[in-house]
């Protein structure tokens, strides 16, 4: 069962990080099919080389669905090099994608995200490398539901701060870490994709999964695990761990 989270203390965290950093803005085009596109842009998956793999593929195919399943496999790999490695096999997945919203939607995917929250959800997670949180994030960021979104790579950074626990259960961080968002940021989309972004900053940059950079962190003051409050890694209550989780979307 999720602690009770102090609403007050989750404003001031967003409030204190938001202090250090500055407004965020996504790095991302935040329209659904756009989205599924860039982040088979790069491997491993990072906002600067699914950028680079971005720009490789507008300049010299597009990213329409037509565009792509017209250019075939070899000529996407050439241009998704630029994002990292295995571009092969990231070309076989935008072909899948494109051949999917061309076929099945028309081409307008944007068009099909309508209707219950549950099955906006399936349809999204039939797209390859995407599970719940990146569902949420395109639901979120494509303007379709205010859900509380978690940035997929960093939901530990939340329930460090309140709870000071390192979880070994993937989907319980990411649970927890969402209830807290759920219940203290007010459900609309500019602050849920404010919470989002800071959150994700955060544990690009200081609060990484493996050595946090406390000393020079801007919430230490009011974080549980700095406190060294139940500091340490809880038992799995079940379910896969984190080297065993699907891959997602950050
Ligand atoms: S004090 Fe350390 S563990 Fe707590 S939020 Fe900051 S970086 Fe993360």
């Given amino acids: ?48 080389a699914c950028a680079k793999g971005w720009d490789a593929l507008n300049r010299s195919v597009g990213i329409q669905p037509r565009q792509i399943l017209e250019a075939g496999t070899a000529t996407l790999a050439r241009a998704l090099k630029a994002g990292g490695m295995v571009p092969e096999l990231r070309a076989v997945r935008l072909m899948e994608i494109a051949a999917r919203v061309e076929n099945e939607f028309a081409g ?10 549950s099955q ?28 509380a979104a978690v ?18 259960n993937y989907n319980l961080t990411y649970s927890e870490a969402q209830h807290a968002i759920e219940t203290s940021v007010a459900a609309t989309f500019d602050r849920r994709a404010r919470a989002y972004l800071l959150l994700k900053r955060h544990g690009q940059e200081l609060c990484k999964r493996t050595k946090p950079k406390c000393e ?7 974080c549980a695990w700095f406190a060294g409050k139940n500091r340490g890694r809880s038992a799995p209550p079940g379910g896969r761990n984190r080297e065993g989780r699907r891959s997602d979307t950050g």
């Avoid at 959800?121 to 205010?146: E, H």
């Avoid at 020079?216 to 009011?222: A, G």
Wanted: proline content about 11%.
């Fill in 216 to 222: 020079m962190c801007p919430v230490n003051s009011v």
């Fill in 120 to 147: 906006i959800r399936k349809l999204l997670t039939k797209f390859p490398n995407i599970a719940g949180p990146g569902a949420d994030r395109i639901l979120l960021f494509g303007g379709i539901a205010p859900v």
């Fill in 151 to 168: 940035p997929s790579n960093c939901p530990h950074v939340l329930v460090r701060i309140l709870h000071g626990l390192e979880r070994e």
């Fill in 108 to 117: 307008d995917l944007r068009a099909a995200l309508v209707g219950p929250l």
């Fill in 1 to 48: 069962m999720s602690e009770a989270v102090d609403n007050n203390a989750v404003a001031e965290i967003l409030d204190r990080l938001e202090g250090h950093y500055g407004p965020q803005q996504p790095g991302w085009p935040t329209d659904p099919y756009e989205f599924l596109v860039w982040w088979h842009c790069g491997y491993p998956a990072s906002d600067a």
